[in-house]
């Protein structure tokens, strides 16, 4: 395995996960811009270039998101992690699922959602014929980055020209491929962003602290999404109302009520991380014989993010 960039904020973690796998070596970190490297430990043989880069199975890329275009058309290895967001633009991101299908290179990126089994327990509770159509769906992420400041740290992150948004596209992206898991295709409605703790802390106020979006369903579902970077502590948040019912993803925890009765426990386990993703996804590398992509959802992400980006308008 071979990183190229260090951009990202989950590198360290990613770095931890291929530790603990035994049947894994990273061969080196390509970083040509090392503006991260000095928050990262007991580093891998590093390259100034991609291309020096020792015979590797699999390429991680954590660089920023502006150029994740450029880094894959110099891809070699035959599978590929690349994190979220898959560009900064949609047009970008189709380019770059183009390349990687075209090349044949399995692909998977970082919606860690994906991967994790409490996510998954949830996909399967709303996957009841007794639930019947579904109505209304909040979807909330946060984190206290901001607050802690560990999220300066990352240039990348508080630059929306390198990552493509701010803090809540960072959070939101991840809320609007799970809503696309659930109920399919979704089409953008509104979008309202929160600037006041970069403005606080000094930093450039295009850079969008936390935020609030709407979307629908092709059934007619209102979903509503909500991601802050400022908030008191880490929590991740699904609730789903049905006809005949609600399922409730808190953290690790899903649940499901019918009706009247009490809820019902689906899944107790521990709240998803990037970590846990990332390690699902070697794995699949590993183990599955067929390919393992999800460009186009990606791509599909992208353009969602894009679209309610375009509406967004002040949080007052």
Known sequence: MAFVGTSHVHTPDYLAVTRSMPWLKVVGIAEPDPDTIGL???LPPLFDRQEDLPDHDVAVVLTDADSHDRVCAGLTAPAVFIEKPLAVSHNRAQHISRLLTQRGIDTETGFFLRHSAAFNALCGACNNAQMGTARFARFSFSHPGFLDGWLQKWPAHISRTRMGGGAFADLAIHLVDAATCIFGPLTA????LDTSAS?????DTSFDT??????TSHEGCLIHVWASAEAPSVNLRIEVFWEGGEVLLNDGCVTRKYRAANPEVVHDGEMPTPADGFRAALEGFRNRS???TNVEEAVSANALMEALLKTASKLS
């Not at 409605?189 to 309202?192: A, K, L, T, V």
């Not at 403005?199 to 930093?203: C, I, M, S, V």
């Not at 936390?210 to 979307?215: I, N, P, R, V, Y």
């Open 199 to 203: 403005t606080r802390l000094g930093f």
């Open 210 to 215: 936390q935020g609030q979006a709407t979307l």
């Open 40 to 42: 990262i430990y007991d």
């Open 189 to 192: 409605g509104s979008c309202q």
């Open 290 to 292: 067929e390919r393992i």
